[in-house]
């Protein structure tokens, strides 16, 4: 199991930047994979980003070139840089862990980003 608890989210303006940070309760470096998705009010979950246990990211076709997903000890991190309007929602971290007899998917709480035009 793990525990994961994001922070960094905020009101800022168009073209600003924001540093997400995802904390685990222990080592995330042997996870199969983590990711951070966002939701928009009446809209589904959607992946913006996602690392996987060798460290190769993947990125939403909106977010390419402007977010950077990185790991760092402990905690999961998204840069958004060049941020937008439709950036804004809550912004969850999620990890998956694989074991010999299953795979889970954890959560965190979210953190809600807000871009003003």
């Known amino acids: 199991q793990v525990q994961l608890v994001e922070s960094g989210g905020g009101l800022v303006q168009t073209g600003g930047s924001l540093t997400l940070s995802c904390a685990a309760s222990?080592?995330?470096?042997?996870?199969?994979?983590m990711a951070w998705y966002r939701q928009a009010p009446g809209k589904q979950r959607e992946l913006v980003a996602g690392?996987?246990?060798?460290?190769s990211a993947n990125y939403a076709d909106s977010v390419q070139g402007r977010f950077t997903i990185y790991r760092v000890k402990n905690t999961l991190a998204l840069q958004m840089n060049s941020l937008k309007p439709e950036d804004t929602g809550v912004y969850y971290c999620?990890?998956?862990?694989?074991?010999?007899?299953?795979?889970?998917?954890?959560w965190g709480t979210g953190t809600q980003v807000t871009v003003s035009s």
């Open positions: 999620k990890a998956v862990i694989v074991s010999e007899r299953s795979a889970m998917d954890y």
């Open positions: 690392i996987n246990r060798s460290g």
């Open positions: 222990r080592s995330i470096f042997n996870f199969a994979g």
